[in-house]
C-alpha cells in the first residue's frame, strides 16, 4: 500500500484506486452516503477515524489502462480487460526500462491526481461537517 500525501491507498487490478483518508471522529459517526463525491468516488468503509474510498480510472477511448514507470517515467497501455482479470497482488515490470513494482505505483499522473483530488474533496468535507 502506498502513501501520498497522508493518504493510504492501492491500485486495484480492475482500474481503480482504493484511498484511506483520516477524518474527525465526530465525522465517522456520520452516513457516508451524506458526503457529495464526483461520478466514479464512493466511498467502500469508514470507522475508527478512517474513510475507504474507491475511485474508479476509467479506460482510453482504445479499451486501454494507461499506467507510468515510477523509474523511467513511461507511460505504457495495458489492455483493460486484460488487467481487470489480473490478481490484486500482482507486480507490473515497465515495458521499456523493465523496473518492477507493485501494480499501484504504476499510476500515471493524472490518475494519480483523479485519486488525491477526490481524498481531498471528502478531507475538505470532512473538516467542515457540523455533527
Do not use: N
Amino acid at each position: 500500500m502506498a502513501s501520498h500525501g497522508g493518504f493510504a491507498g492501492r491500485d486495484r487490478s480492475d482500474g481503480a484506486a482504493e484511498l484511506s483518508v483520516p477524518g474527525p471522529i465526530m465525522a465517522s459517526m456520520v452516513d457516508p452516503s451524506e458526503f457529495l463525491m464526483a461520478d466514479g468516488v464512493s466511498i467502500i468503509g469508514h470507522g475508527d477515524g478512517v474513510y475507504q474510498m474507491r475511485v474508479s480510472i476509467p479506460d482510453d477511448p482504445d479499451g486501454f489502462l494507461g499506467r507510468q514507470c515510477p523509474e523511467c517515467l513511461r507511460i505504457f497501455r495495458i489492455d483493460s480487460g486484460d488487467y481487470q482479470g489480473l490478481p490484486d497482488d500482482i507486480r507490473l515490470w515497465c515495458t521499456y526500462c523493465g523496473h518492477r513494482a507493485e501494480h499501484g505505483e504504476f499510476l500515471t499522473d493524472g490518475q494519480r491526481e483523479r485519486a488525491m483530488r477526490a481524498a481531498g474533496d471528502l478531507g475538505v468535507q470532512l473538516l467542515t461537517f457540523k455533527a
